[in-house]
């Protein structure tokens, strides 16, 4: 099981057991307004959160995406492109 599967695993078991825990699920692209919900680290792997909806998506991390979130807010849009975090959506501003 990797890391993001037994994250995913433990966060569903404790909502199972009715805890207010949102559903987790692992990381599919094609997500549009994907929120940063939080970094977690599970067994040496760093994992980002990302708030779409109601469900929370699980990714695992390369190094470069690490630095990148770690300049982010919890609630910042992200962009995500090839599995690497691209950072913040940015706005057009005229």
Known sequence: MTPAEA???????????GM???LHAPFVPGG???RLAGVRTVDGQALVLLKADE??????????SVSR???MKVGDRVV???GVVQGRARRRSR
Do not use: F, H, S, T
């Open 69 to 71: 979130v770690g300049r």
């Open 80 to 82: 995500i492109r090839d």
């Open 7 to 17: 994250y995913i695993a433990e966060r569903n078991a404790k909502r199972a057991a």
């Open 55 to 64: 469900v929370v998506l699980v990714m695992p991390m390369d190094a470069l």
């Open 32 to 34: 549009e307004d994907l």
């Open 20 to 22: 207010d825990v949102a």
